[in-house]
């Protein structure tokens, strides 16, 4: 199984800040035949599904905000949130989809200071 | 726009069987996507459970295989997940998803709002 790793757990951050959270995969998830890399980062509120906020890590799915980024290559990959809202308070998740058994990381908790 | 909702037991005994139900609307459960179960057990983070495509095709968790049924059923277009010898460690919020397709990106892009499962007698 691909373990993914998330850093940090938790973070308070101020309205307006930039976010980063960070995210590691046991091996490569790069698709040779096309280049991407399979990687997501989901944002979940409590009492809420999961929404997709990124896909091929750094494809902003359609209707979210462009504060939210993703970069990243080769094992090691971030989200970031350029500038803080209060609606941003929620857990962030990074998933593989690369090889099954998907799987996702540990999750990262998102508190305003 | 795609809208998947589970339904079932909210409640099962220790030793007992699963079951939840899936049901799509919005979209055919025909189309070229795979559809998947997810579930979260309370204060942990999300585990994938496995998959199914519209042929019957599947693919699961080696850590719940021994366990674990997903199937389709076209006609209804809903799919199905069925979860054996549970205990108190399967009480989870379930979810049903649709993965989208690798080549158009890929990521688990629709989901249902969840149901609460608990084990228990």
């Known amino acids: 199984d691909i373990v993914m790793t998330q850093s940090p757990d938790s973070l308070a951050m101020s309205l307006g800040e930039r976010a980063t959270i960070n995210c590691k995969s046991s091996?490569?998830?790069?698709?040779?035949?096309?280049?991407?890399?399979?990687l997501a980062w989901y944002q979940h509120k409590p009492g809420q599904p999961p929404k997709l906020l990124i896909y091929w890590a750094s494809t902003r799915e359609s209707g979210v905000p462009d504060r939210f980024s993703g970069s990243g290559s080769g094992t090691d990959f971030t989200l970031t949130i350029s500038s803080l809202q209060a609606e941003d308070v929620a857990v962030y998740y990074c998933q593989q989809y690369y090889s099954t058994p998907y799987t996702f990381g540990q999750g990262t908790k998102l508190e305003i200071k | 726009q795609v809208q998947l909702q589970e339904s079932g037991p909210g409640l099962v005994k220790p030793s007992g069987t699963l079951s939840l139900t899936c049901a799509v609307s919005g979209g055919s459960i025909s189309n070229d996507n795979w559809w998947t179960w997810i579930r979260q057990p309370p204060g942990k983070g999300l585990a994938w459970i496995g998959e199914i495509y519209h042929t019957g095709n599947t693919h699961y968790n080696p850590s719940l295989k021994s366990r674990v049924t997903i199937s389709v059923d076209k006609p209804k277009n809903q799919f199905s997940l069925n979860l054996t010898s549970v205990t108190a460690a399967d009480t989870a919020v379930y979810y049903c998803?649709?993965?989208?397709?690798?080549?158009?990106?890929?990521?688990?892009?629709?989901w249902g709002q969840g149901t609460l499962v608990t084990v228990s007698s």
């Open positions: 091996q490569s998830v790069l698709y040779s035949s096309n280049n991407k890399h399979y």
């Open positions: 998803v649709r993965i989208r397709l690798r080549a158009t990106g890929g990521g688990f892009d629709s």
